[in-house]
C-alpha cells in the first residue's frame, strides 16, 4: 500500500512525456542558443532589422478589410488570407487569399474564395456572417483554412469552418465544420498560428468569447475531426493565444488580455506554457509589455528562439512594434513597423491625409493604389474632421531562408505585408537570408480555377 501511495504522489508531482505521436513536430534548424544550460552558452549578438519592404495586398473592392493571415507555399511563394466586406460581421463580408508570386515579387489580384453564402451550400446550415480566417500548408503540401462563421447572434455564437486545398490554393474542398463543443458547438474562433504534431496532426490554437474569455488548443486530424481540446486558461480575461514551439515537449503561448489595468494602470500580456506538447498549461502571468486588448504576433528565430509583434501600448492600436526575447526571459523592443506616438490623440484629417500619404509613399505600390489606401482611410477612421491611426491583428512567420513575413490590417482600409530578415549588428548577414524565391517552376499566379461567383 505504501509502495503505492508513493509511486501515485510521486506521479502526480512528475510531467510524463507524451507518446511520440503525440509530441510537437518542430522544423527549426537551430535550437535558441538560451534552450542550453545557461553557463555553457554565449548571450545571443545584438541583431538589428534589415532588408524591409512593405507591400499592399488587397484591392478596394471591400471597404473594410480585416484579420489577415499568411503562409510558404511548397513552390516558394506565398499565400494570404483575410475578410473583407462593408463592415465588420456584415453579411457581405467574404474571405479573400492572394498568391504573392516569387518571380515579380508582387501579390496577384485578390480572389475572393468564401461568403457566408456558398458556406452555407457547404456546411448545409443557415449562415449569417463570417469572420477570422488563418491558413497553413501542413508537412504533406495541404493547406488548411480555417475560418469563423455565425448563424445568429454575435461572435459569442461562432464555430469554426475547415477547407483544404491539395493544388497551393488553387481549389479547395467543400467547408466542414468542426465539431469543437457538446453544447450547440458554438463560441470558437481563432486567430493564432496553427502548429504541427509529429503525426501530422494539427495544433489550431482557439479562444472562446460565451460566459467567459479563454484560450483553448485544438488537435485536429487531417480529416477535420477534433481528437482533443485543452483550456490554455480560465476566466474572462484572455484570448486569441498564439504558440510557439520549442522542443517535442515545450511551447510558450502569449494571450491577448481583455481585463481591467493593474494598480499602475497597465494592461499587459499573457503567457502559459507547457511542457507536455500541450495536454496541461502553466496559470497565465502577465510579461513586461503592454497590450491594449489587442491581437499578438510570434515566429521564431534560429539564434533569439522568439520573436513577437505587439501593440505595446495600454489603450488604443497606433503603434505595432518588434520584440525579441532574451536570455533573462524578458521581452526587448527592436523595431517600429509603425509609431504614431505623437498622434496618440485624435488627429485633425487635413494632418492625417498628411501622414498617411508619407507614409505609403515608401510602399511597393502603384501610385493610384497609395491614393485609394488614403481615402478609403479617411473614410473608415475619421468623423466629423477627428481621425485615428490603428495598426493590428499581426501575424507573422518565418520562410525558408529565414525571412520573415508580417501581414497586418492598416487603418482598416488595407491588408499591408512587410518583409524583413534580422542582421547581426556586427554588419555580418545571417545565413540564407535571402529575397522569397520559387523554388520549382511552378508558382500560382492567374491560373487560378476558384469560383468567383459568390
Not at 204 to 209: F, G, R, S, W
Not at 219 to 246: A, D, N, Y
Request: net charge positive; proline share 6%.
Amino acid at each position: 500500500m505504501g509502495i503505492v501511495i508513493v509511486f501515485s504522489v510521486a506521479l502526480a508531482n512528475s510531467t510524463l512525456t507524451p507518446a511520440p505521436s503525440h509530441q510537437f513536430s518542430v522544423k527549426h534548424h537551430d535550437m535558441p542558443v538560451f534552450d542550453a544550460p545557461e553557463e555553457a552558452s554565449a548571450p545571443p549578438p545584438a541583431y538589428v532589422v534589415t532588408d524591409i519592404e512593405a507591400r499592399v495586398i488587397n484591392d478596394d473592392s471591400a471597404h473594410l478589410v480585416h484579420a489577415p493571415s499568411v503562409a510558404q507555399l511548397d513552390s516558394g511563394g506565398l499565400i494570404a488570407t483575410w475578410w473583407g466586406g462593408s463592415r465588420e460581421g456584415g453579411k457581405d463580408v467574404k474571405v479573400f487569399t492572394s498568391f504573392f508570386n516569387p518571380d515579380s515579387l508582387s501579390w496577384d489580384e485578390p480572389i475572393a474564395i468564401l461568403s457566408a453564402k456558398n458556406t452555407q451550400t457547404q456546411t448545409l446550415r443557415y449562415i449569417r456572417k463570417l469572420g477570422n480566417v488563418v491558413i497553413t500548408q501542413d508537412p504533406e503540401g495541404t493547406l488548411h483554412l480555417f475560418y469563423v462563421s455565425v448563424s445568429f447572434g454575435g461572435w459569442a455564437a461562432s464555430a469554426i469552418n475547415w477547407s483544404t486545398s491539395l493544388d497551393e490554393g488553387q481549389t479547395w474542398s467543400t467547408s466542414k465544420r468542426l465539431i469543437t463543443s457538446p453544447f450547440l458547438n458554438l463560441s470558437t474562433l481563432v486567430k493564432g498560428t496553427p502548429v504541427f504534431y509529429k503525426d501530422g496532426s494539427i495544433g489550431l490554437p482557439v479562444y472562446h468569447e460565451f460566459a467567459g474569455k479563454f484560450g483553448e488548443l485544438l488537435r485536429i486530424s487531417t480529416k477535420g475531426e477534433v481528437i482533443t481540446k485543452t483550456r490554455m486558461s480560465k476566466g474572462k480575461h484572455s484570448l486569441q493565444p498564439v504558440i510557439h514551439v520549442s522542443s517535442p515537449t515545450n511551447a510558450l503561448a502569449l494571450m491577448r488580455y481583455a481585463g481591467p489595468p493593474d494598480d499602475n494602470g497597465n494592461k499587459r500580456v499573457l503567457q502559459t506554457t507547457t511542457q507536455d506538447a500541450g495536454a496541461h498549461w502553466s496559470k497565465p502571468a502577465f510579461i513586461n509589455i503592454n497590450n491594449p486588448n489587442s491581437a499578438i504576433a510570434l515566429a521564431h528565430h534560429n539564434t533569439l528562439g522568439k520573436i513577437g509583434v505587439f501593440n505595446d501600448i495600454n489603450t488604443n492600436r497606433y503603434r505595432l512594434k518588434l520584440y525579441t526575447y532574451n536570455q533573462g526571459k524578458q521581452w526587448s523592443p527592436l523595431h517600429s513597423f509603425e509609431d504614431k506616438t505623437s498622434h496618440a490623440q485624435q488627429t485633425k484629417q487635413s494632418d492625417y491625409e498628411k501622414s498617411l500619404q508619407n507614409d505609403v509613399g515608401q510602399y511597393k505600390a502603384s501610385t493610384e493604389k497609395k491614393a485609394h489606401m488614403v481615402s478609403r482611410a479617411i473614410e473608415n477612421m475619421c468623423e466629423n474632421n477627428q481621425c485615428e491611426f490603428q495598426y493590428d491583428y499581426p501575424y507573422l512567420i518565418q520562410d525558408s531562408h529565414n525571412q520573415y513575413h508580417l501581414v497586418y490590417t492598416w487603418n482598416k482600409s488595407a491588408i499591408k505585408h512587410v518583409s524583413f530578415s534580422l542582421t547581426p549588428s556586427t554588419g555580418t548577414k545571417p545565413k540564407n537570408t535571402a529575397k522569397v524565391r520559387n523554388n520549382s517552376p511552378a508558382n500560382p499566379t492567374s491560373t487560378l480555377t476558384t469560383e468567383n461567383r459568390l
